[in-house]
């Protein structure tokens, strides 16, 4: 069973970066048709697709946030990360890890971490 | 980007009651169109994919139709656990986006 971990601080003062990362357990970050993605949900709100990353390292960003975000692998720790930089209030949100997964004429998200909230203030 | 536009924004329902929830898109998506249900304080967790395949473990009471850009959740017959809320998210180009949400109320 495959199963996602976030990690990172919960609180960041504003102008800073965030970061955090994803642990992937159960199985290779590194197989089979998948694209380890970062999802964002705004206090009582709706979801928000951050962008993805292909353990070879390519990427693709929303371009909302295009300008802010970096996102990395590392294939020997299983693990992939999330960067946004210059944060102000309105990155407050709880950030989801997710598994992409592209399957035959279809393509969605099948695994979750259990999210992180990261609030930003000073 | 495509716009993912659901109905209603919430509904009360009865346990037993079928109940019907739709999302629109801006633009064709084919059948790229995925429902997730999530509960309060948990991840959303994937329930169609493809406009119509059941993921495994799904209940069978949950299923999906539609096409091109009009879909449909349907549970036919709710059930306690059913609370929560219900995002459509569609697949077929990039940037991926999410509809507003539906909350179920029991």
């Known amino acids: 069973q495959v199963q996602l971990q976030e990690s990172g601080p919960g609180l960041v003062e504003p102008s800073q970066t965030l970061s955090l990362t994803c642990t992937v357990s159960g199985g290779s970050i590194s197989s089979g048709p998948y694209y380890w993605s970062w999802i964002r949900q705004h206090p009582g709100k709706g979801l928000e697709w951050i962008g993805y990353?292909?353990?070879?390292?390519?990427?693709y960003y929303n371009p909302s946030l295009k300008s802010r975000v970096t996102m990395s692998v590392d294939t020997s720790k299983n693990q992939f990360s999330l960067k946004v930089l210059s944060v102000t209030a309105a990155d407050t949100a709880v950030y989801y890890c997710?598994?992409?997964?592209?399957?035959?004429?279809?393509?969605?998200?099948?695994?979750w971490g259990q999210g992180a909230l990261v609030t930003v203030s000073s | 980007d495509i716009q993912m536009t659901q109905s209603p924004s919430s509904l009360s329902a009865s346990v037993g009651d079928r109940v019907t929830i739709t999302c629109r898109a801006s633009?064709?998506?084919?059948?790229?169109l995925n429902w997730y249900q999530q509960k309060p304080g948990k991840a959303p967790n994937l329930l169609i994919y493809s406009a119509s395949n059941l993921q495994s473990g799904v209940p069978s009471r949950f299923s999906g139709s539609g096409s091109a850009t009009d879909f449909t959740l349907t549970i036919s017959s709710l059930q306690p656990e059913d609370f929560g809320a219900y995002y459509c998210q569609q697949s077929y180009s990039a940037p991926y986006t999410f509809g507003q949400g539906t909350k179920v109320e029991i």
């Open positions: 997710a598994r992409l997964y592209s399957g035959n004429y279809s393509l969605s998200f099948d695994y």
């Open positions: 990353i292909y353990y070879s390292g390519s990427t």
């Open positions: 633009q064709s998506i084919a059948n790229y």
